[in-house]
C-alpha cells in the first residue's frame, strides 16, 4: 500500500508533543511492515535551520479565488521515508508552531487551511498516488473535506483517515479569517455563525475516524468525554476506532538510554538508584536515595491535572517525598510551580523547559510518575514510565485506564495506582495509597517494577490495526 501521512509533528524533526512520537514510530512500523509511506508537513523555522533543503521540483502556485500563494515543495529522505514540506515562509518561519509565547498566532486557521490545500498540490505535483491519505488532528482535519471536493478528480479514489489525538484543539475559527477558505465553494455547509470547526468538519468528511486508544474512542461518544463533539461522532461512530498507541522501545529503553549516568534492566533494577542520584543532583533536590521521588513531564495545561495537583502540594510535602516536574506551558501555573519550588527548595524542583534529556532522566530515576489527567487520548509517558520501572499513578481517563492496572483490580497484574475521582482529594488518596505500598510492600513493589518493564504495548501492533483497517477501507471501494 501507498500511505502518505499529512501531520504537522515529527519526533528528530519538530517537537511539541505527544503527537511528535506518533508521527515518527507510526510511519517507520508501516515502513517495517513493508508499505509505502511518505509524510507530509509544514516547513517549519526549526526545520529549515537544521536541513537547508533544496526544491523538489519548481515552484507552485496555488489559487484561492483573489489569494496566490507561490509555495515550495522541499524533500528530505529520512530513515527510508520520503519528507515532502511545504514551504511558505510567511505562514511556517516562525519561532513557535502555533503560538509565541503561549498566545496562538491569530491567523492559525489560514496557515493549516492552506497547508491541506498545499498537502493537495504536492501529491499533484510530484505525482504520489497514495492509495490512503492519513491526517492528524486539526491541522490537518481540512483535507478529508478538500478531498472530497477537490475539482481536479485526481484523487476522487484517495481513502481519508483522520486520528484525533487530542478532540480538545478543534481548530475553531471564523470563515472571514481563513482568505483561503473563504471562497471556497463548498464551505457553506461547514460555517455554523460564522465559524468553522475544522475537527468536526475532518470527522464529517474522513473515510474513517481513529483515536488514540479503546477507552477514548468510547469516552467520545459520551456527553462528558466529547469536548462537545458527542452529536457528530455518534453519527459516525461505525466508522469510529480506537487504536492504542505504542511505545517506540528503541528510544525509550533503560538498558541502552545514552542520557542515563548508568543503564540498567529488568534483571538488575541496581543502577536506577544512580539514577534517582543524578536526577536530584541534576534538579538541585537534597540527594536521598530513600525518600520517595514523584516526577511529572507533560505540556502545563489543565489537561494534565494541575487543577488536582496544584491544590494539594502543601499536603503531599507534609509527607517524606520529593517531586520534580519538568514542562513548557500555561504562565499562571508555570508561575504557581516556581514559586512553590522557591519555597520548597530540598522537596520540590520545577525545571521550566522543554528537555528530552531531563525527560529522560525522569522516567529513570523517579519511583513514581504523576500522570492525574483530566482527560488523556492515549498518554505515552505512562507507557514509557512502565519500561523504566517507574511506578505510573494515572486517573482512570482515556488511555491511562487501558495500559495501567491497579492492585485494587487486580493484584497479580498490578503495574501502577488508579485513581477516578476527578479531584485533589482522588489524587491525594492516590499518592498516599501509592506511598504507603513503597514502604510496607518492598517486594511487591519491585514485582510491580518488574511486571511493568516486561509490558509490550509494541508501534508493531498499532500499525497491524492500523493497516488492517486501511485494507478494509480498500476492499470496501
Ligand atoms: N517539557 C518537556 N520536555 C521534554 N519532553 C516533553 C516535555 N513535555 C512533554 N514532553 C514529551 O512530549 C510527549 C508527550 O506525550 P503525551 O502523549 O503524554 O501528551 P500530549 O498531550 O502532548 O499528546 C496528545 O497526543 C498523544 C499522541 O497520540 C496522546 O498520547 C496524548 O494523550 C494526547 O494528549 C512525551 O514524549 C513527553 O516526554
Redesign the pocket.
Known sequence: MKIIFAISEVEELV????????GKALPLALKEAGHDVGIIMPYYRSIAQQFKLASACTQQTLFAESNVYHFDIRQLSWNDIDIYFVDYPAYFDRDGLYSSTYEAFPDNGERFSFFCGASIMVMQALALQPDILHCHDWHTAMLPFLLKTDRSGDFTDVKSVFTI??AAFQGVNKLEDIPYLRHHPAILSQVHGGYINMLQTGIEFADKITT?SPNYAQELLTDLGSHGLHDRLVTRQHDLVGIL?GCDYTQWNPATDAFLPENYDVENLHPKRHCKQALQLKSGLPDKPATPLLGM???LTE??GFGYLLPILDELMDHNVQLVI???GDPEVCMDLGEYAQNHPDQFAFIN????E??HLVEAGADFFL?PSQF??????QM?SLAYGTIPVVRAV??LKDTVIDPKDAPAQASGFVFTLPSPEGLLACIRRALLFYYEHPVRFREMQQRGMRTRFTWQSAAKHYLALYQQMLAEQ
Open positions: 517537537k511539541t508533543g505527544g503527537l511528535a512520537d506518533v489525538h487530542n488514540v498507541n513531564v507533560c505540556r489537561q494534565k519538568v514542562g513548557t523547559g522543554f528537555s528530552s531531563h525527560a500522570m488523556e487520548p492515549c498518554g505515552l509517558n514509557y482515556g488511555g
